[in-house]
């Protein structure tokens, strides 16, 4: 699963991703994202406003994403390191149309919600079927 349009097609296919952040004490924080979506090398996902995801990315925006499909075989996954940044009105609407294409029953309130969209720095590739069976690859080489 090295090549990009593989890493891109079984992101797209997960349910949910797995948002890393840290929160103002310096402790890690994991919550699960349904409504996110592709956007080129980057993640683009939606969540309430003002809440503890919120607050700890706009304390420290790096974050890590890990997306796994339910009930493999052999554990693989992909994992994308980078900056998580809110995205103005006009980007947002943008993006959230991308999330809808993914998943039709979210909507987005610019009241209510806010998008943010994780810079990719670089993705790992783990896949115990594969040689090898961890990948690090950085953003400047995702083709």
């Known amino acids: 699963m090295a090549n990009f349009k593989d890493i ?4 797209y296919e997960n349910k949910s991703l797995v948002l890393s952040t840290v929160d103002e004490a310096g402790n890690p924080q994991l919550r699960h994202i349904g ?3 592709i956007d080129g090398k980057d993640i683009v996902f939606q969540t309430t406003k003002n809440t ?10 790096n974050v890590a ?18 900056r998580a940044l809110e995205l103005d009105e006009l980007d947002a609407k943008k ?7 993914r998943r039709p029953q979210l909507n987005y309130d610019p009241q209510v919600n806010v ?16 040689d090898p069976k961890q990948l690090v690859v950085p953003a400047s080489q995702l083709v």
């Open 8 to 11: 891109k097609d079984y992101i």
């Open 35 to 37: 409504g996110y979506s």
């Open 52 to 61: 503890d995801k919120t607050k700890d990315i706009a304390h420290n925006n």
């Open 65 to 82: 994403l890990l997306f796994q499909h339910e009930g493999q075989q052999a554990p693989k996954n992909v994992t994308i390191y980078g």
């Open 95 to 101: 993006a959230a149309s991308l999330i809808k294409e």
């Open 115 to 130: 998008i943010f969209k994780v810079e990719t720095e670089s993705v790992k590739v783990l896949d115990f079927q594969a």
